[in-house]
Structures are given as structure tokens and as C-alpha cells.
């Protein structure tokens, strides 16, 4: 390792960045350093400028177009404390689409697709807490508190930890999980025991499921998490509320849900007709003038 690396990984460290975001920086970084042959201290605006060109030719996604940004303004900002060279790093505007969302029906449809014991039980916790992939492998035995029918999220976004509610019937699909499979530390480990289950193990396993049950939609974990907020919008739901149990740090980012909740959009035809409109004002019928003696007004 570099000298220039390990202080790169330190400063991240030093601001407590997860580790998940520290190997993706790194790895951007390393890319991006490996396009010109040399070190990035050797580099500057127009290569840059050069490599940004180099991602849009080759038609990265977004996010990583994105993510190479980030790792270069920390890297030069931070590290190297070149600010001068990042001054006019534009970032990427990100197009915005609309989330794949199931009905309540489909979700249920996509739960019996599951084998029993630890894949069905796995979706039915992403869908009925709403949790990101990182949030529901980092899940363990100890952060199921039965007594106050919370579930301890500790692996948030962010480094940033919350309480999401169980239900008494996903408390009951959880007790007997475990009675089954008896996991000791993680919730849902993988191969190995002491390790829990893998991002791909869980991408893979949800397009399994997907096809068993044949809905016709691209289907993955962050589907389940999208079709929750979406229902509980719904249901009735607050936004603030739903913001709080998803774990949103901008109101914003919950406020797409509002476009894709159907309830909504089916109640603005009778929300309109039921529109008051102010009354005309009616005016006086106008009297007949009365004939004036001569030299009356």
C-alpha cells in the first residue's frame, strides 16, 4: 500500500465514514489513477476534466459517475489539500425516476414465491420494517427487543442508528425462525455462522423468488423497502412519520413516495369534485324609476 493510500484512508476514517464508503472511495480513486498511469498527486484539473469525459463515454450509472466525484473532492480537498483543483467539479444531475412499487397483493404473492424458514423470513423483515440491504444483513439476535416491540437498527445510513416498530404477527414469524434455524449472533448469517449473509447471497436470492412468483416487475431487496413506504402513505400515514421509520435525514427524500401512492392519485378526482367554489354574488334586480314631478330630482 501507498503511502498516499494510507493517508487517504485515514483522513475517511478520521470522519468516521463506514467502511462500506471507505472501499468504494478508495476503489474510485485507484480507477481513476490507473486511467493516467500515475499518482494522483501528479494530476490535476484537466485530467479530471479527462477522466469525467472518459465515465461519460463508457455510460457508468449515475451513482458511479457520482461516487468517482466524492472520492476525488475528498481525496484533493482533504488529503492533499488541493482545493484549487476540484474548485469546478461539477457532479452528475441524477435522472429522476419513479421506485418499482408492489401492491400489498403482489408482496404477499412474492412472500409465498420464498422457500420457508430464512428467505421468506428474510423478506417479510425487509418489507414490514422498510430496512436497506446494509440494514438488514447487519441485523442480530440482540437487537430484537420483544418486550417493547422495537427493532434496533444499527447499521443505518450514515453511521446513524434508530428503532423501527415489529408487529405482534412479525414478532411471531421471528420466534419461530429461530426456534427453526437457531441463529446465534447475526440474524441471517451465511455459509459461515459467524458471518452474516452476503450482498449478492441476498440480491440473488430475491431474483429467485421474483421468478417463482411471477409478477412481471424487476424486483430487488430496495423494492420491499419502497413498496412499505408507499403503503404507509397509503394507509394514512404522516409523512414525518414515515421519514422518522425510514430513516431519511431529508424530508424530500421521503416526499417521492407521495407520486407513486396510488390512494392518492384515486382520490384527486373526488377531492376536486368536491371542490367549494365561492358563490356568484347576486345581484339586486334593478327597480323601475318612478316618474319625477317636474323639478324634483
Known amino acids: 500500500m501507498t503511502p498516499l493510500r494510507q493517508r487517504y484512508i485515514d483522513d475517511l476514517r478520521l470522519r468516521n465514514k463506514s467502511p462500506r464508503t471507505i472501499e468504494t472511495y478508495v476503489l474510485r480513486v485507484a480507477l481513476f489513477a490507473r486511467h493516467f498511469g500515475r499518482s494522483p498527486e501528479l494530476l490535476g484539473p484537466e485530467e479530471i476534466r479527462a477522466y469525467q469525459q472518459h465515465l461519460l463515454a463508457r455510460q457508468v450509472s449515475w451513482s458511479q459517475f457520482n461516487q468517482a466525484v466524492c472520492a476525488l473532492r475528498f481525496l484533493y480537498q482533504v488529503t492533499l489539500g488541493r482545493a484549487d483543483v476540484i474548485r469546478h467539479l461539477p457532479f452528475a444531475k441524477r435522472p429522476r425516476t419513479l421506485p418499482v412499487v408492489l401492491s400489498p397483493e403482489e408482496v404477499l404473492c412474492l412472500l409465498d414465491a420464498a422457500l420457508p424458514g430464512r428467505d421468506r423470513t428474510l423478506l417479510d423483515v425487509a418489507y414490514s420494517c422498510g430496512l436497506r440491504l446494509k440494514e438488514l444483513l447487519g441485523l442480530e439476535v440482540r437487537d430484537i427487543d420483544s418486550a417493547r416491540l422495537v427493532l434496533h437498527i444499527r447499521q443505518g445510513k450514515g453511521q446513524k442508528q434508530r428503532f423501527v416498530p415489529l408487529s405482534p404477527r412479525l414478532l411471531a414469524v421471528l420466534r419461530a425462525y429461530w426456534r427453526e434455524c437457531r441463529p446465534a449472533t447475526w440474524l441471517f448469517a451465511g455459509v459461515k455462522p459467524l458471518q452474516p449473509l452476503t450482498d449478492g447471497a441476498v440480491q440473488r436470492l430475491c431474483r429467485r423468488t421474483a421468478r417463482r412468483a411471477q409478477l412481471g416487475k424487476h424486483i430487488t431487496p430496495h423494492t420491499l423497502r419502497h ?43 373526488q377531492l376536486l369534485e368536491g371542490l367549494v367554489l365561492p358563490a356568484r354574488p347576486v345581484l339586486p334586480a334593478t327597480a323601475p324609476i318612478a316618474p319625477t314631478r317636474e323639478g324634483q330630482p
Open 227 to 269: 413498496s412499505f413506504a408507499t403503503h404507509l402513505l397509503e394507509a394514512g400515514v404522516d409523512l414525518l412519520s414515515v421519514q422518522a421509520l425510514l430513516g431519511h435525514s431529508h424530508f424530500n427524500t421521503t416526499a417521492k413516495y407521495l407520486h407513486v401512492s396510488m390512494r392518492r392519485l384515486q382520490q384527486l378526482p
